[in-house]
């Protein structure tokens, strides 16, 4: 079975400081994908790793995608209180035979940016 | 209106009543989702549309019932749920059903059940 872990589960703090959060997984998967949920919304697509060692770069968010394609992770610089939601990494199940299938997720990290 | 759109946003209801979510997309996707989303659990995929087909059901108890009368319009019938159904439902879609190495959920905002 397929699972996502995501360190740490909460996140506390003061606006401008740096922060990274973690996905591991001890499976492979072909893709990962990270969200943001803000409160009283849904998940919203933040960006999507594809290649092992790839690191995409989306203003102060920093996202780098594992060289076994096991794990990921984001890293925010000079925190904002706009920061503030759920962050959910979810990657593709993938079958034997290599096919793919719906995503799968991690329980979230929880960042809460304080002004 | 655009994206994906949920209705009621919030809903209350008794063991022993019926009531239906309802999400809509304006997405011209061909895959539709119904989620669910309690605390300290990771999102639990429940119900899978593809083309107004069924693809995939994960163990969901027959209290939850889903229909989808067109590509654009999902349902989940709710009937004498249990406590800890309570959840946020998120509905989603997708441009098709597997999702590829570029492919994307688009989430509604979610409907915030409590059941009594």
């Known amino acids: 079975t397929q699972l996502l872990e995501q360190s740490p589960q909460f996140l506390s703090i003061q606006e401008g400081e740096n922060l990274t959060v973690y996905c591991n997984s001890s499976?492979?998967?072909?893709?990962l994908q990270w969200y943001r949920q803000e409160p009283g919304e849904g998940p919203v697509l933040l960006v999507t790793?594809?290649?092992?060692?790839e690191v995409k770069k989306l203003k102060r968010l920093t996202f780098q995608f594992g060289d076994a394609r096991k794990d990921s992770s984001l890293h925010i610089t000079a925190a904002q209180p706009g920061d503030t939601g759920l962050y959910l990494c979810?990657?593709?199940?993938?079958?034997?035979?290599?096919?793919?299938?719906?995503?799968?997720f991690g329980k979230g990290t929880k960042l809460s940016v304080k002004p | 209106e655009t994206g994906v759109t949920q209705t009621p946003r919030h809903l209350v209801m008794g063991m022993t009543n019926k009531k239906s979510l309802k999400c809509e997309q304006h997405?011209?996707?061909?895959?539709m989702y119904w989620y669910k989303q309690s605390a300290k659990k990771p999102l639990e995929l429940m119900f899978v549309y593809s083309l107004e087909e069924r693809v995939e059901n994960n163990s969901v108890p027959s209290r939850f019932s889903p229909e989808c009368p067109n590509s654009s319009h999902l349902f989940l019938h709710l009937h004498t749920l249990q406590p800890e159904d309570s959840a946020l439902y998120l509905c989603a879609s997708s441009q098709d059903r597997v999702v590829s190495n570029t492919g994307e959920l688009f989430f509604g905002e979610g409907s915030r059940l409590t059941v009594l």
């Open positions: 790793v594809v290649t092992g060692g």
């Open positions: 499976s492979v998967f072909s893709s």
């Open positions: 997405l011209g996707h061909n895959a």
């Open positions: 979810a990657g593709p199940v993938l079958y034997y035979g290599g096919s793919q299938g719906n995503l799968i």
